[in-house]
């Protein structure tokens, strides 16, 4: 099973500034991971796939990097509605599909 | 466009079965795999299972192995998941998720509540 661990485990950021977010795997994924957004109440919300390929609708302050076990997840000019958690997944060896334990961006 | 609706969550006893469905709509449903994933509130996300395509090929995490049984409707576009000997532990909110081998979870469902209790 791949475990992913993510970094820091909570973020505190003010409106307009750069979050960077860390994820990290156990063995290599290659470039087979996705982020996920998700807000209470909300179903979890594709953002990034392929490491670095925005999903549809997704705004351009958010990119993703890395390949193998090193990934991040950047999100510029923080806007009031991006304070959610993040969740990294590798979809290279199943099963099990992993997540990471999420990274939470408050204010 | 796609639609993933769950039904049949609730509070159940421990040692207890619910089974979960998921009505989907907007895309080819057969050409896809589909997952559960669980979240426990306050906690991480946990995929559950999976059953490819025709149905026939279907994984389940450890956690539930013996105790959960995916399955599909193709000609209904359904998915199911029959929970079965029920814990405190399953206790989540479970997703109906549309995904293939080596792609990511792209459209998830609103989710549907379990509550384990006695």
């Known amino acids: 099973e791949i475990v992913l661990t993510q970094s820091p485990a909570t973020l505190s950021v003010s409106p307009g500034e750069t979050a960077t977010l860390s994820c990290r795997a156990s063995q290599s994924v290659s470039s087979n991971l996705a982020w996920y957004q998700q807000k209470p109440g909300q179903a979890p919300r594709l953002l990034i796939y392929g490491a670095s390929t925005r999903a549809t609708g997704i705004p351009a302050r958010f990119s993703g990097s890395g390949s193998g076990t090193e990934f991040t997840l950047t999100i510029s000019s923080l806007q009031s509605e991006d304070f959610a958690v993040y969740f990294c997944?590798?979809?290279?060896?199943?099963?099990?599909?992993?997540f990471g334990p999420g990274t939470k961006v408050d204010i | 466009q796609v639609q993933l609706v769950e039904s049949g969550g609730g509070v159940v006893q421990p040692g207890r079965s619910l089974r979960l469905s998921c009505a989907a709509s907007?895309?080819?449903?057969?050409?896809?795999?589909m997952h559960w994933v669980r979240h426990v509130p306050g906690k991480g996300l946990e995929w559950v299972a999976v059953?490819?395509?025709?149905?026939?090929?279907?994984y389940n995490a450890d956690s539930v192995k013996g105790r959960f049984a995916i399955s599909r409707d193709n000609s209904r576009s359904m998915l199911y998941l029959q929970m079965n000997s029920l814990r405190a532990e399953d206790t989540a909110v479970y997703y109906c998720v549309r995904g293939g081998p080596l792609s990511p979870f792209d459209y998830w469902g609103q989710g549907t509540l379990v509550t384990v209790s006695s």
């Open positions: 059953a490819w395509y025709d149905g026939h090929d279907q």
């Open positions: 907007g895309f080819n449903f057969n050409i896809y795999g």
């Open positions: 997944q590798q979809y290279k060896n199943w099963p099990p599909l992993t």
